[in-house]
């Protein structure tokens, strides 16, 4: 059974910084890859960033390049998302999923949540002004 264990959320003021960490256990699939996505109060969820350790693919939404980064450590199993220079708009839960594909499957689907075939139970980051 696929696990997926979110962590580091918190509040801060803005323009202050977080790490979340993701930890994946129960899988046995030799290819996968993992994102971030974010649901804000009241809004949809939406993608953040994604990763496929295989080749170095990464993938961040618009409004946080420059700001987030993306990492994986294969050793540990653990999914990290470096978030610098938060703004309030980046308030929200934030969670870890996992799909069973490569770069190829990341470079053109990694937007969809529907399309994560595994999801953590989610953090809080709340960032104030």
């Known amino acids: 059974q696929v696990q997926l264990q979110e962590s580091g959320g918190g509040s801060v003021q803005a323009g202050g910084s977080l790490k979340l960490s993701c930890v994946a256990s129960?899988?046995?699939?030799?290819?996968?890859?993992m994102g971030w996505f974010r649901q804000p109060p009241g809004k949809e969820r939406e993608e953040v960033a994604a990763?496929?350790?295989?080749?170095?693919?990464?993938c961040y939404a618009d409004s946080v390049k420059g700001r987030f980064t993306i990492s994986q450590d294969n050793a540990k199993n653990t999914l990290y998302l470096q978030m610098d220079s938060l703004v309030p708009d980046d308030t929200a839960m934030y969670y870890c999923?996992?799909?069973?594909?490569?770069?190829?499957?990341?470079?053109?689907?990694?937007?969809?949540?529907?399309?994560?075939?595994?999801w953590g139970q989610g953090t809080q980051v709340t960032v104030s002004s």
């Open positions: 999923a996992l799909a069973p594909y490569g770069s190829s499957w990341l470079t053109w689907n990694w937007r969809s949540a529907s399309l994560w075939s595994y």
């Open positions: 129960g899988y046995t699939y030799s290819t996968i890859s």
């Open positions: 990763i496929y350790s295989g080749d170095a693919t990464t």
